[in-house]
């Protein structure tokens, strides 16, 4: 499954070219293992990418691990410009005037949709209200947490691929 998600975050690069990957916590789920192994590896592909962790409570390893994966670690926010990054919203960063935005991530949001003859599917999301925005898990590991919506809330379900199919994954407006 790591080496799926690596995949998954390779084609996201290739296709984006970002300078720097901001992670919002929980970037590694437990001390040190064979993924960690193929992480430096993949890690020494994209060398060149800044790799900024905001750490999570999954974030175990230690401090020299992460410095040499060549990633930048803060312990409980990145502020940029005026957003605030943090793992769990419940821990943002100290009041500003400078800070317009917060996002985190920690809960791993999900909708779930009805529809008429009761069926439902719960699917991963992204969460924004006025104040912050919430970020889906990234891995296929992690489980969910349905979101509490409320009606001024924007919503955006991940629709799964289905190749056999032919039909490409997509991101909608709920």
């Not at 890690?43 to 974030?59: E, M, P, Y």
């Not at 920690?106 to 209200?129: A, D, E, M, R, W």
Request: charged content about 15%; some cysteine; glycine content about 6%.
């Amino acid at each position: 499954m790591y080496k799926e998600d690596l995949q998954r975050l390779v084609s996201q690069i290739q296709h984006y070219k970002p300078e720097q990957l901001v992670v919002v916590g929980d970037l590694f789920h437990s001390v040190a293992n064979k993924e960690l192994d193929f992480f430096m590896r993949w890690r020494s592909d994209f060398s060149h990418l800044h790799i900024q962790l905001v750490k999570g409570n999954h974030d175990i390893l230690q401090k020299n691990w992460y410095s040499l994966a060549n990633i930048a670690v803060s312990e409980a926010h990145l502020q940029i410009a005026n957003f605030c990054f943090v793992h769990d919203i419940t821990d943002a960063c100290p009041a500003s005037a400078n800070i317009s935005y917060y996002i985190s991530g920690h809960i791993h949001p999900c909708v779930v949709l009805k529809g008429l003859g009761k069926q439902t599917i719960s699917l991963p999301c992204y969460y924004f209200n006025d104040n912050f925005g919430v970020l889906p898990a990234f891995s296929k590991f992690t489980g969910t947490a349905s979101i509490d919506r409320k009606s001024a809330d924007n919503i955006f379900a991940i629709i799964p691929a289905n190749p056999s199919k032919g039909q490409q994954g997509s991101v909608v407006k709920v």
